[in-house]
């Protein structure tokens, strides 16, 4: 009676992009002004590229459920008819999306949350108020009257966002519920709240609107549902009407990375089984999906019926066309690194992505066929210079990279051996088939000159950086991270650490390797975290100090969303942390330094500078990337800086 969303199983990408169902992202834009279009833009150009499903980012069904202070609200007539143009917009380019109705419960960063009970959460500042038993009714309504909006708006249907520990999982944990009336208690009162959501959506909008429920498949935190509890969910949203059951991994509040790079890529998708163990209709795995051999292996293991990509579709929107045409090499692949996506949402800003500039900004990064062609040298291939020329050649120009080293991949190069950071080298791989791909001259091994630039019209300079050296008395007795990290020196068992910075924290976590690293596996990766049980114990084969000259909290320009991941690690294995230090001189017995008015040692036998960077500049042109400013490398700023000077040549 439900629509069918895919096809019978098969052994080939040639299936896989019918069961792609492309996973919610609250992109920021959704309280903009200019939003709605912009979305619109957004979504139809994934709809283009294959997806068979597409849910928006999450809008609350009231006020109280708003997620921050800027209003992104599905709950009135003129709510449905400012998004019109989003539905529209996806059934012209051939697609289907269900608009996600999230209410944030606790999560909410604003005064008038409200929750089952008034239980702050260690996330936020804000108390919530507790619903009264008749508010819980009218929560409902305001989720069926949000889905019959929606169906209104053109939708295909509604997800109902009942994971990551937002108002519906508030419901069903005892963590967070704590009611004596109807809708506490044991399970089958706390499940009530989910079950009715999804029977009054499913009766107010008809028998063919889809309505997916997204359910916690794992929670990770205490008071969390244990697997059989998780189970008797699912029977109950499917009874109750959904069509599909979308899965979602880990409250917000829980210490176990769910999406950072730590996560093996399909690492989570043995939980989604136990779901598609327990009801009939189809289920979907999520998290950390990145690329077609991934998604496949999931489907044919029969682990789910179709796989969820999010941030893959954001770094690449024909995934599902490229992975339909079986051209591996032509996907872009999303390195899970957070940076533009889910760590704009911490700074206010849209997302994007750091491989695919142009996510988020398709109305305003447009790459149209250059008037007249030229001639144009970008020098240097790391990520500034990769972008640009990609994107330059494209537009028709004529374009030659230079690049000294004799390899592609700048900076990438050093972090793509990374824990975790392993797919930087996808990027470089992506990146060298579109240069050849789109006619690029590439000079690997060369570098440029006056004599070599003669004759071009455009000269791009994206030389990057060289690392800086402190005025530290003995510096030279310590070694450059990049010696360490592309392997020339081994480092002993004490290790100084000099700077904090991304590239000191990349150090410490590459040295702790070996012995602590979750490997990319997932039954690993589950005892490393302690998932299920308690973590792996640490054995750490180095005794890591880490230096800086600032007070500034450790790790604060790691991101958001990441950082705390990288600082668990360290902890873990007793990498000691240092602000505040003057540095006095480095010797044969370690790094002399004050600290706190007192004069110390830190013995170390291998001394290790992370200290910044400094632009290199041999020639002169448009500058771009670490050429440009050096402080901090960024590798967003970057990739944006070469797609944004390629669409202006
Ligand atoms: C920028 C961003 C915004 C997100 N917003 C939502 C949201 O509004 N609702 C939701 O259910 N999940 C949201 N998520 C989580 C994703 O749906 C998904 O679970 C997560 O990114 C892991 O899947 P992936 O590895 O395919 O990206 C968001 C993720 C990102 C990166
Ligand atoms: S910014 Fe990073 S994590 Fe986000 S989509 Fe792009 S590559 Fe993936």
Redesign the pocket.
């Known amino acids: 009676m439900y629509p069918r969303l895919f096809t019978p199983l098969d052994l080939g990408f040639a299936v896989l992009p019918n069961r792609i169902l492309m ?5 920021g834009l959704e309280s903009r002004p200019d939003g709605m279009a912009r979305l619109a833009a957004f979504y139809a150009e994934r709809a283009k590229g294959g997806a068979a499903l597409i849910v928006t ?2 809008f609350s069904p009231n006020a109280e459920g708003n997620l921050g202070p800027h209003r992104a609200e599905f709950s009135t007539a003129q709510d449905a008819e400012n998004h019109r143009v989003i539905p529209r917009a996806v059934h012209d380019a051939g697609g289907r999306i269900v608009l ?1 109705l ?1 209410h944030s419960g606790r999560y909410g960063f604003h005064e008038q949350i409200v929750a089952p009970s008034a239980i702050k959460s260690p996330i936020n500042p804000h108390t919530p108020r507790e619903l009264t038993a008749r508010e819980i009714e009218q929560v409902i309504d305001d989720f069926s009257r949000a889905a019959t909006l929606a169906r209104e708006a053109g939708y295909d249907g509604v997800e109902i ?1 009942g994971s ?1 520990g937002y108002l519906i999982t508030q419901f069903l944990a005892t963590r967070t519920n704590h009611r004596t009336d109807e809708w506490g208690g044991a399970l089958e009162n706390r499940v009530r709240f989910a079950s009715e959501i999804v029977r009054r959506v499913r009766a107010a909008a008809g028998p063919q609107f889809i309505v997916v429920y ?1 359910i916690s498949a794992l929670d990770l935190v205490e008071g969390g549902l244990e697997a059989a509890e998780i189970q008797t969910v699912a029977r109950a949203v499917a009874d109750a009407g959904a069509t599909l059951l979308n899965t ?1 991994i880990g409250w917000h509040e829980a210490r176990i990375p769910t ?1 950072a790079q730590a996560v093996p890529r399909g690492g989570f998708a043995w939980a989604t089984r136990r779901l598609k163990e327990a009801v009939s209709i189809p289920v979907v795995a ?5 690329t077609p051999e991934v998604g496949e292996a999931i489907l044919v293991r029969g682990d789910a019926d179709m796989v ?5 579709m954001l770094a690449d929107a024909d995934f599902a066309n490229k992975a339909k045409a079986g051209d591996r090499p032509a996907i872009n692949i999303c390195i899970a690194c957070n940076q533009a ?2 760590d704009h ?1 911490f700074i206010g800003q849209p ?1 994007s992505c750091v491989v695919n500039p142009r996510a988020g900004r398709e109305t305003k990064l447009v790459f149209n066929p250059a008037p007249k062609p030229k001639r144009i040298a970008v020098v240097g291939g790391g990520p500034a210079g990769l972008s640009c020329a990609a994107h330059a050649a494209e537009r028709g120009h004529e374009v030659t990279l230079f690049e000294k080293a004799a390899e592609l991949g700048g900076q990438f190069n050093l972090a793509k051996v990374i824990p975790g950071k392993h797919d930087f080298g996808e990027s470089i791989a992506y990146f060298a088939e579109r240069l050849k791909r789109g006619g690029v001259r590439v000079m690997v091994g060369k570098e440029a000159g006056a004599r070599e630039l003669a004759g071009y019209e455009e000269i791009v300079v994206a030389t990057g950086v060289d690392p800086r050296t402190p005025p530290i008395p003995g510096i030279e007795r310590a070694v450059s991270y990049v010696d360490v990290l592309n392997g020339k020196v081994q480092a002993g068992r004490n290790v100084a650490i000099v700077g904090m910075g991304g590239i000191g924290f990349d150090v410490a976590l590459y040295l702790l390797e070996r012995d602590s690293r979750a490997p990319y596996d997932p039954a690993a990766f589950a005892a490393h975290w302690g998932i299920g049980n308690t973590p792996a114990p640490a054995k750490p084969r180095h005794q890591i100090t880490m230096l800086k000259r600032s007070h500034t909290p450790f790790g604060h320009t790691l991101g958001r969303t990441t950082g705390w991941v990288h600082r668990a690690e360290l902890a873990r294995n007793g990498v000691r942390m240092l602000k505040g230090v003057e540095y006095r001189r480095i010797d044969e017995r370690g790094v002399h330094i004050t600290v706190d008015g007192k004069e110390r040692l830190v013995e170390a036998d291998t001394v290790i500078v992370c200290a910044g960077q400094t632009p290199r500049r041999q020639v002169s042109g448009h500058l771009i990337g670490g050429a440009k400013e050096a402080s901090e490398l960024d590798t967003k700023r970057a990739m944006l800086e070469g797609a944004e000077l390629a669409a202006r040549l």
């Open positions: 996973g919610s992202m609250h992109t980012g999450g996600q999230l966002m990551e997204r979602g999406i999520s998290n950390r999906i990145n969820s990509l999010a941030r893959a996506c889910l949402y997302a």
